[in-house]
């Protein structure tokens, strides 16, 4: 499974950015897809997971100004950006792991990692 992310950029407090995460082999149907994100000098952390169930999990962070979503026939995973805030500056990555189900968050799960996009809100 091939995971390459497009998307990021730089934008204004409060502004809007949508990632994009083409998924190789339609592999998003088999798998628990998800976004993570690494600020400067801190620790990758989870954003938002998407299991093969359908079921949608967010850090608390990000609840209601982000969405994680899917479209298999695109074979694309997409994370809507809105209301930013400078704490969600960072290098964001798509990751998927073969799973039925719900996601484990667990980083250790995720055998598939894009090669990250830049986003930066100042």
């Known amino acids: 499974v091939q995971l390459v992310e497009s998307g990021g950029g730089s934008v204004q407090v409060g502004g809007s950015l949508r990632l994009s995460c083409r998924i190789s082999d339609n592999a998003g149907s088999r798998h628990c897809m998800a976004w993570f994100r690494q600020a400067p000098g801190k620790e990758r952390e989870g954003v938002a997971y998407?299991?093969?169930?359908?079921?949608?999990m967010y850090v608390d962070s990000v609840k209601g100004r982000f969405t994680i979503s899917k479209d298999n026939a695109e074979a694309s995973l997409y994370l809507q950006m809105n209301s930013l805030k400078s704490g969600d500056t960072g290098v964001y990555y798509c990751?998927?792991?073969?799973?039925?189900?719900?996601?484990?968050?667990?980083?250790?799960?995720?055998?598939?990692w894009g090669q990250g996009t830049q986003v930066t809100v100042s």
């Open positions: 990751a998927a792991y073969l799973a039925a189900g719900d996601c484990n968050s667990s980083q250790d799960n995720f055998a598939y």
């Open positions: 998407l299991g093969s169930s359908g079921t949608k």
